[in-house]
């Protein structure tokens, strides 16, 4: 049988922070070939380039330079491109595998491109569920789990729905949390970063902010009842808010900036870097976010973390770590944020296989099969 040969997808920012472990611990196995495939989902510098910069991963081999667009118009170029790539290299190299980390567009388009050419698929991060199909990842989620055929989880509640999906337990492997690989790695370059101090914040003071969900960020009426209410608990904790493009764009065409721009204590950023906004989160006293791995992260470095969204793919993070589920309670949120600074909120602790090792235990699965 000849070698195997990984084709390994990343598109989007989320997804460069798994992706960069598993190409390290796949070096490992030098039978195995990887190709790096860049959607570029994700194009600006600080939300692509840096990522590859500052986690050391290699250069992509293929871009396909899709950029931005609606869901329907960015899913099918991505489509389009793809398979452009895909169809000769099965012809030409032979491709064993596709693998997919997250629940992005790039996502979704990669494992159905791979799934009509009859190449098998991995999934990373398989299993999680919010049950909300409002949201588009659940969309990606659910559709890129019913066509792999290796499902790589990360905590225990992704088992449990991919099992209550039908799905065989010889395709299920439960291997931990490969973004919290990353996380512990780069711990300590990013409390070398020069950050707090350029921002003149002290470790343990100040609240994280990041939103960019449609769901925050597209209708005026919930936008400005968040920005109002970090107006109103910047009173009691400085913030630093690191701006999404999609949440600048909304933030501008609503007329929020402003409101934001006179709240003294709160420091407005773009995005930032994987290793400042690191040093930012492991010294943070909170963080308020809608991200999904900013949960995660939160629990792994033991940060309280007020999650703005009604449910969450990752309940973990809430049952045995320190996230709240806030929804677009923003008395609950000013009540939980005085709960911090008064040192009454819960502390959690991390969850089991979310020690550093994920990547090793899913490039062992990927090799041999
Ligand atoms: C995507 C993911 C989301 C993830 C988030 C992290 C999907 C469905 N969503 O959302 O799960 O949490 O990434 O950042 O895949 N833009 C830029 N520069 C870029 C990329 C985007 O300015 O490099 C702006 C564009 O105006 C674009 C908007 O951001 O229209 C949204 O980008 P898109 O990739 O569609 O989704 P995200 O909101 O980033």
């Not at 997808?9 to 798994?18: D, E, L, Q, T």
């Not at 790539?85 to 494992?111: F, H, M």
């Not at 512990?184 to 950050?195: G, N, S, Y």
Request: proline share 6%; charged share 25%; aromatic share 4%.
């Amino acid at each position: 049988m000849a070698n195997p040969h990984l084709v390994c997808i990343v598109g989007a920012r989320p997804n460069f922070m798994k992706m960069a472990p598993l190409l390290r611990a796949l070096e490992r196995h030098p039978e195995v070939r990887v190709t790096l495939v860049h959607t570029g989902q994700h194009y600006d510098a600080n939300l692509s380039q840096i990522f590859f910069d500052e986690i050391g991963m290699r250069a992509p081999d293929v871009s396909l330079e899709v950029g931005s667009g609606k869901h329907g118009a960015q899913t099918a170029r991505i489509l389009e491109r793809f398979e452009e790539y895909l169809e000769p290299a099965i012809k030409n190299e032979g491709v064993s595998r596709v693998v997919v980390v997250g629940d992005v567009n790039s996502t979704l388009a990669c494992t159905l491109v791979a799934a009509k050419l009859h190449v098998p698929v991995a999934h990373v991060e398989a299993g999680l569920r919010s049950f909300d199909r409002t949201m588009p990842e659940e969309i990606n989620r659910i559709v890129t789990d019913a066509l792999c055929d290796r499902l790589l989880v990360s905590e225990p509640d992704g088992m449990k729905n991919l099992r209550a999906e039908g799905r065989p337990e010889s395709c299920l492997h439960l291997v931990g949390n490969i973004m919290i690989d990353t996380l512990f790695e780069m711990l300590p370059k990013a409390k070398e970063q020069p950050i707090l101090r350029d921002l003149e914040l002290a470790p343990g003071t100040y609240g994280v902010v990041t939103l960019h969900r449609p769901a925050n960020v597209d209708e005026p009426e919930a936008l400005k009842l968040l920005v109002n209410v970090l107006c109103k608990v910047s009173a009691r904790m400085p913030l630093v808010f690191a701006v999404h493009p999609r949440t600048q764009e909304r933030l501008k065409n609503f007329g929020l900036d402003q409101n934001l721009a006179a709240a003294r204590a709160i420091r407005v950023l773009g995005p930032q870097g994987y290793l400042p906004f690191l040093a930012l989160t492991s010294q943070a006293k909170c963080i308020i976010t809608d991200s999904g791995g900013l949960q995660e992260e939160s629990t792994a470095l033991g940060v309280p973390c007020l999650t703005m969204r009604p449910n969450t793919e990752r309940p973990i993070t809430v049952t045995e770590g320190t996230s709240t589920l806030v929804g677009s309670d923003t008395v609950l949120l000013e009540k939980l944020l005085g709960d911090v600074i008064d040192g009454k909120y819960k502390s959690g602790k991390r969850p089991e296989l979310w020690d550093g090792q994920a990547a090793r235990r899913m490039a062992a699965i990927l090799a041999a099969a």
